[in-house]
């Protein structure tokens, strides 16, 4: 008599992968991570990137650090099937601690996009960590049952201390589906230290589904940098477009929302979501855009914060948005967010605005009678056009340098 499959709970299922993507591919197609793409699953016949549904119990992702808090990391990582998982972490070289995610109540379970929050961290701490997900591999009426557990290896974040001089951050914008830019651009790092990446929108060309996140961006990032670096991602216009668009915030952590702010070292930092760039009611959007009510909320957000003590004391004021409210065209989007925020940034003394969109890197100082402060746009996703922009704060000076894709100095800018 032949063996269910799924008879021994902690062995590995008999399964022979190659066969099942021949076969897999014979009634659709199959990608280079052995994803399916299931043609007509949709309205306009695209194709949908789906995880196939048996293949060994593997990570899909490492993970990738997010925080707004030096006393907070928020560590992501993605599998192919859903799982109970959890991180061990600790201080030194422990890994003596064990946290896990509840919800209302319930242990988060069941799902393969996973996020677990550090909350007790010690700011200027080294610590180290690990990820485990424990399949799950089938439910008993109500009982799971579990299958094998899968570790990831040992990596070491460091949270930034509280009374820190310098700050070093990293930003990248428009690489526009170009998974190849994220190692070409850091590597113009060099060794300099860094403590974060901004990634200031339009990573992307339009959301199509959850392979396009990891290849193109998660991936990259944790090869680069986001495995023991914090990645901080505001959207840009093109993040609001495709069938996925809805659910980006299942792969990114966001504990403000799309719009929010963080304090490192002599840096208080602004991202604004600066959204669509045409008007809601364009045909193009089909009814299912509403940013200039976004615009609003943010402005009325950003006015209070302006007016927090936490604010008014920071040594510099740093707002990243994706479309510059100066430099680009007179599009609807650009037009409302100069209307809406050039006036607080004017009003509340920004030192600094970081933006992209245009494709065309600049420096532009403060313009009497337009703009106070002065702001930065990086470059575009195309060789010849792409830029990092280093930037580097300390209690004497804050220093922006934006190097184009040969290493060269395209701009700089300082502020004493
Ligand atoms: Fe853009």
Redesign the pocket.
């Known amino acids: 008599m032949k063996k269910p499959i799924l008879k021994m709970e902690n062995q590995k299922p008999s399964f022979n992968r190659r066969k099942f993507l021949t076969n897999a591919a014979k009634i659709a197609g199959v990608g280079a991570a052995g994803y399916i793409y299931i043609r007509g699953c949709n309205n306009d016949d695209k194709p949908i990137a789906v995880p196939p549904p048996i293949i060994q119990h593997e990570f899909l992702t490492q993970p990738y650090l997010h925080t707004l808090d030096n006393k907070q990391m928020y560590i992501r990582w993605i599998t192919n099937r859903n799982c109970y998982s959890w991180v061990e972490y600790g201080e030194a070289t422990a890994l003596d601690k064990k946290i896990h995610a509840v919800t209302d109540g319930l242990v988060n379970a069941n799902n393969r996009v996973h996020e677990i929050v550090l909350d007790d961290l010690v700011p200027g701490k080294t610590y180290q960590y690990r990820v485990a997900s424990k399949e799950i591999r089938r439910w008993d009426e109500d009982v799971a049952v579990f299958g094998e557990t899968i570790y990831g290896k040992t990596y070491t974040f460091k949270t930034i201390a509280d009374d820190t001089d310098e700050v070093n951050l990293l930003v990248l914008n ?1 690489l526009h589906d170009t998974p190849s830019s994220f190692p070409h651009l850091l590597k113009l790092n060099g060794s300099d230290p860094y403590d974060l990446v901004f990634l200031n ?2 990573m992307f060309n339009y959301q199509k589904g959850e392979e396009q996140i990891i290849n193109h961006l998660i991936t990259p990032c944790t090869n680069g940098f986001a495995i023991q670096k914090p990645m901080l991602f505001v959207r ?3 993040e609001l477009r495709g069938p996925f668009a809805h659910q980006l915030k299942d792969y990114f952590s966001y504990p403000q929302g799309y719009y929010f702010h963080f304090q490192c070292g002599p840096v208080f930092a602004i991202a604004l979501d600066t959204g669509e ?1 045409k008007e809601d009611d364009r045909p193009v959007y089909a009814g299912l855009a509403a940013f200039d009510a976004f615009r609003e909320k943010q402005a009325v957000w950003l006015e209070k914060l302006m007016q927090s003590e936490a604010y008014r004391n920071a040594r510099y004021k740093v707002v990243f948005m ?2 510059p409210p100066f430099y680009s065209n007179d599009a609807h989007g650009s037009m409302h967010s100069r209307k809406l925020f050039s006036p607080l940034f004017d009003q509340y003394k920004v030192d600094l605005v970081v933006c ?2 245009t494709h065309v890197h600049g420096v532009h100082p403060p313009v009497k009678d337009q703009h106070d402060y002065p702001i930065i746009i990086g470059g575009g996703p195309k060789p010849g056009t792409r830029t990092l922009i280093k930037i580097n704060a300390s209690q004497q000076e804050l220093k922006v340098q934006m190097l184009d894709d040969t290493g060269k100095e395209v701009g700089k800018y300082s502020i004493k």
């Open positions: 428009d929108g339009d840009g216009n093109h760039d994706h479309i992209g969109h």
